[in-house]
């Protein structure tokens, strides 16, 4: 099966930028950018992060965050793609990206457990519940493959990778596919000793950037095999063109500087989408706003694409969700594409004389049918998909 | 310097050296081994730029200092030499504006 | 797909060859262990000075236990592939992880606990996440393929398996390192022994089915896998059945289950087999660990490879199943892996015999 049969007929998506794709492209429009101290829980850190405000109570079980958010994009999804209540008729997988929801991380539980020897089991039954393709699955009783991908910060977009593998192998007919995290103390203390957290909004490919903020959310795609949406009358010109993944296999923490990675995923991307570099008609960067992320993936995308391809970074306005950052920025590309146009790069002002290339400064009108979107992991994993517009079918 | 500067900048050598060797799990290097003036990073004795930001939570834990904006402070990271003066020079600014 | 090659460490030694003996020797009592300060109880623990090959750990000075028993497991697995050049070769990894890093994670806790949010380790920080496991594998071996790690509590290797199988036929890559790591640490103990039966005696009985009893286990194991063909490659794995019905297929000779206590009542097993099918298990040597299926699949590769059925090490037959009860030399053809979680859905991995 071609790539060319992989539609994309539903989006989700929820972060600190709205609660659905319509508000998104509103703070898009707009330029907002919610970020603020965290209300989520005690913390003496100073750092400022893109918090969730007001996630609607329906989708909200009781303690698990991260499943709540991926359930909000997962219905909106679902909505969109004209997928009811009941899938139990049809084959659908789940592959979704995450780190925090794959740890036991309790700090009460682990403090109790410490200090008196003895703790309450509720945060492990949540935990145990809550792996969260599987929670996914049980939730809409879907028959297909449940995975969750637990890649650090290149999970979502390694999801997408995965379900269109299913696709094509026949695994299953649908899928639904991309990344949730929720804001979390452990991860935000565990990054900010790592010295990449900035004290103010991040700037990403900015001259003057000081590291990232955290953020949280949900980003989900239905993916689906031409001829099952034919069989629903689905009609959708959407589609995920190509994935390509690679590893630096340098260090744990930093990219490698000449990027190599990063340049074979991409290079395997748009080979398994069929499409030369310059079908691109934008990149969704990673772009984190630390130094040496901007750094290496603005050397590699003006090498690969040339210093004048539009690129923008869509963490200036939902903050780093990690494991979700890869589902939420596959929407937005999807998104872009349909509608035309990306936003300004949200918190850049000046160029920094090491990055050969300038994000956008303004709202962009797109030309081209493709998009790329990028992610760069922890632990040196690169991963890329191909997203592409064309006539509906 | 006095004799006892000199005796304690001695002793922070001393105290940070065995502090790398177990704090980055170093291997096959006893805190003896590693030189006043040994070169921490790149060559010399290899550190990378996740033992950079551990050495920063050693200087919090073991002398309460903290380390702002690292990237514009790498001449304090050099050597064992410069760490151990790092530490001397701020604990005498606290003692005197204590 | 074919296991080309595999590698594995577990509590009675690093390499095949122990696991080999292992199997030839049979049940050992595990190692006591205490938790929540004054608790007594049995782990299967691995000692890291059983890792034979002591340059790859050198590369790896920063890294925890579960990210060196992965990295011993995987090297060996590429060590043992009998191909010249096979790192020069298209090699994907994908790790199978339940629990992860929840050791370092746990220690990660301690440091905001004692020290504060801001005077946190970032090692340990960076040690924790569950991929580190797999960047390991990738950074020692030198590996630039996709890296992924996947995590599916009960059926965490069998989607890594469907994983591999899917890219390989894509052609994403032409070699893939699958395999699944776990650890041990008091806090699972703790959660185990508390949510489940503590074996009173340090058995698991595989066949007792309810109650089942568990003694916490840990190791890793990895498989080369590729749908090429060499001459001592292991078997053939012919199909994963996940979340999915199984395919009817011919009867085969043996079915190894998974039952390892980690689900208080295994009596759902007893659907998958059948009075005239002789039924192992494995899990005694080794030890409950989610993802210990792995071990059986590697058990059972074992068996195709060696023409030779192992005796189930702890033989306790309530039910008077057809259990493998004798260690014999013997041509088989097709072996079932069973495993079954926590809402009774079921996997089946199907080895077959290298034609």
Known sequence: MSNNNVLISGLGVISAAGRDLSETLESFSTGRRNAGPVTLFETSLPYPVFEVRDLPEEFYPEHQRTAALALCAVNEALQDARLGEDLSALRVGVCMGTTVACQLNDLDFYTSYRESGAASMGPVDRYLKGNIAEFISQRYRLNGPALTVVNACSSGTDAIGIAMSWLKSGLCDIAVAGGADELNRVPLSGFGSLGIVSRDPCAPFDRDRKGLNLGEGAGVLVLEKADSAARRGISSGMRVLGYGSASDAYHLTAPKPDGAGLETSIEKALSDAGIAPDKIGFVNAHGTATHDNDAVEGKVLAKMFGPDIKILSTKGVTGHTLGAAGGIEAVFSAAALREGWIPASAGFENQDENIPIVPVRERTEIRGESALSTSLAFGGNNSALVFGRGRKT | ?98 | MNIISAGMVFTRGSGIGSFENALHEGWRIPGEVEYSKSNKSFAYQFDQTTIRDKAVLKKMRRADKLSKMAVAAASEALGNSGIDDIRGKNIGIITATALGAQVTTFSFLDDIIEYGESSVSPTTFSNSVHNAAASYISMVLGIRGPVMTVTRFFFSFQSALQLAQSWLNESRCEFILVGAVEQYGDVLAYIQDTKLNASPDGRILPFNLNPAYQVPGEGSVFFLVSNKDTDTALCNIEDVYLDTYEKESEKPDVNIIDTDGLLKDESVYAESLSPDIPTAAYSPVFGSMMSGSAFNCLAGALMLRNRMLYASPVQDNPHGLNIVDRTVSRDIELIRCIRYNCYENKAVICLRKKQ
């Open chain 2, 1 to 98: 310097m006095g004799t006892e500067g000199v005796q304690d900048l001695a002793r922070i050598r001393k105290t940070l050296k065995e502090l790398l060797v177990k704090d980055l799990s170093l291997e096959d290097i006893t805190p003896e081994e590693i030189k006043d003036d040994e070169v921490l990073f790149g060559e010399g004795l290899g550190l990378d730029s996740l033992d950079a930001v551990e050495i920063v939570v050693i200087l919090q834990r073991n002398f309460g200092l903290d380390v702002k904006d690292m990237e514009n402070r790498k001449d304090i990271f050099y050597s064992i030499d410069s760490l151990a003066r790092y530490v001397f020079e701020s604990r005498k600014d606290s003692v005197s504006d204590g």
